[in-house]
C-alpha cells in the first residue's frame, strides 16, 4: 500500500504542477522557487510532515519535498546555534542531495553533450 500512496500522492503533485505550467505564465524556474518556497512554509505550519509520512517518497522527492528538507535543517541548527543556524542548516541538510545532482548532471552534459536552444 506505501507503493500506492506514494504514486498517487506523487502524481498528483505532479499534475498540479503540470496545470500550473499549462495554465499561468509561470516560467517553470519561478514554478520551482514557488515548489520549494511552498514545501517550507507548509513544513513550517506542520502541514507538510504528515503528508510525507503517508506518502513517503511521493511527497518527499518532488520539490515540495527540498523545501521541507531546507525547513528541517534551518530549525534543527537554529534550535542548535541561534540565530546563526539560519544561515547554515539549510546548506547542511541539503548538501548532499545538491552535490548529488550537481555531479550526476555534469556527467550527463558529457555523456550527451548539451546545447542551447536556436
Known amino acids: 500500500m506505501d507503493y500506492i500512496n506514494a ?29 520549494v518556497c511552498s514545501g517550507a512554509v507548509l513544513s513550517a505550519l506542520g502541514l507538510y510532515q504528515p503528508l510525507t509520512d503517508y506518502a513517503g517518497a511521493g511527497a518527499s522527492v518532488p520539490l515540495l519535498g527540498f523545501g521541507q528538507i531546507l525547513w528541517k535543517g534551518m530549525k534543527k541548527a537554529i534550535d542548535q546555534q541561534g540565530l546563526l543556524g539560519l544561515f547554515t542548516g539549510g546548506f547542511t541538510a541539503c548538501s548532499a542531495g545538491v552535490s548529488a545532482a550537481l555531479i550526476f548532471s555534469w556527467i550527463a552534459s558529457l555523456i550527451f553533450r548539451p546545447q542551447m536552444k536556436k
Open 7 to 35: 504514486f498517487w500522492v506523487g502524481g498528483a503533485i505532479c499534475a498540479l504542477v503540470q496545470l500550473l505550467l499549462d495554465k499561468t505564465k509561470l516560467l517553470p524556474g519561478r514554478v520551482m522557487v514557488l515548489l
